[in-house]
T-cell receptor
């Protein structure tokens, strides 16, 4: 199954700044998914990123706040812009693995906004 | 639409007790069902999965059976250990393996 390298693993950021999270996959994948996990909560899908097209955002998430890039089939970035303490969460990327009929997750980025 | 309903936690058990975490789903088509586990401070790990009705997924002593008639995928383990303490998420994917739909998660604590 695919292996995902996600960076950074954690960061503490000042409010009003931006952080870019990177996910590198060791194989080509069509769809990549970005999730947010707020403290003590389940995972919420932010957006689906397909190579060569605009990301598709879920209700409550907008491109200005969470711009996503997907320059090729093995890489994607999520930026959390103009951060506030409410953005403190774990952010995870994921890919579907059709060969094994499952999903692989990155190790997550634990973001704290102060 | 697709959704997952998972029993509320937290669940607290003594070592060697029997565990059941209930999960029911609503879906169109023929979904695949998953259980993920998240240990403290770590990412998500796939625990087990089932891709069609009546399939039983199993791993590390945990089992779950895909029941289409009751739209359920309950997680069970006959004898839990302290090391099983974690958050467990039930999840559903549509037949095209698009996004996952997660339940709310159930915190399990096992005491020695």
């Amino acid at each position: 199954s695919a292996v995902i390298s996600q960076k950074p693993s954690r960061d503490i950021c000042q409010r009003g700044t931006s952080l870019t999270i990177q996910c590198q996959v060791d194989s080509q994948v069509t769809m990549m998914f970005w999730y947010r996990q707020q403290p003590g909560q389940s995972l919420t899908l932010i957006a689906t990123a397909n190579q060569g097209s605009e990301a598709t955002y879920e209700s409550g998430f907008v491109i200005d706040k969470f711009p996503i890039s997907r320059p090729n089939l093995t890489f994607s970035t999520l930026t959390v812009s103009n951060m506030s303490p409410e953005d403190s969460s774990i952010y995870l990327c994921s890919v579907s693995d059709r060969a094994n009929y499952g999903y692989t997750f990155g190790s997550g980025t634990r973001l704290t906004v102060v | 639409g697709n959704s997952v309903t998972q029993m509320e936690g937290p669940v607290t058990l003594s070592e060697e007790a029997f565990l059941t975490i209930n999960c029911t789903y609503t879906a169109t088509g023929y979904p695949s069902l998953f259980w993920y586990v998240q240990y403290p401070g770590e990412g998500l790990q796939l625990l087990l999965k089932a891709t069609k009705a009546d399939d039983k997924g199993s791993n590390k002593g945990f089992e779950a059976t895909y029941r289409k008639e009751t739209t359920s995928f309950h997680l069970e383990k006959g004898s839990v250990q302290v090391s099983d303490s974690a958050v467990y998420f039930c999840a559903l994917a549509g037949s095209t393996l698009g996004r996952l739909y997660f339940g709310r998660g159930t915190q399990l604590t096992v005491w020695p």
